[in-house]
């Protein structure tokens, strides 16, 4: 699975983004997607994920109520909607994908994205 992260840019804070996940090369619908995000200086860290029907979702902490996953299967894309974004959500934020399960632990994704880039402006 190849996968095309997009949507990053600079948001003032209490604004939203939208990032989407492309991806191509296998059957989207079987895989189970997550967002991971790492700011500058700091460990990667989980923030949604999605299962492959879209039925499950998980979310971290920090974001719950704050952030939609979804995933269109039509469209070989998934998304992240964020709103009431905040300073501290300022990072490069990656997509990824694996048919393991929905998890919390970016090890348990095979693929990845490159990356698209958020700054929130206090």
């Known amino acids: 699975v190849q996968l095309q992260a997009s949507g990053g840019g600079l948001v003032q804070a209490g604004g939203f983004l939208r990032l989407s996940c492309a991806a191509s090369?296998?059957?989207?619908?079987?895989?189970?997607m997550g967002w991971f995000r790492q700011a500058p200086g700091q460990e990667r860290e989980f923030v949604a994920s999605?299962?492959?029907?879209?039925?499950?979702?998980v979310y971290a902490d920090s974001v719950k109520g704050r952030f939609i996953i979804s995933r269109d299967n039509a469209e070989n894309t998934f998304y992240l909607q964020m709103n009431s974004l905040k300073p501290e959500d300022t990072a490069v934020y990656y997509c990824?994908?694996?048919?393991?399960?929905?998890?919390?632990?970016?090890?348990?994704?095979?693929?990845w994205g490159q990356g698209t880039l958020v700054t929130v402006s206090s």
């Open positions: 990824a994908a694996d048919r393991g399960g929905i998890s919390r632990d970016g090890r348990g994704y095979k693929y």
């Open positions: 090369g296998r059957t989207f619908s079987n895989y189970d």
């Open positions: 999605i299962s492959w029907g879209g039925g499950r979702t």
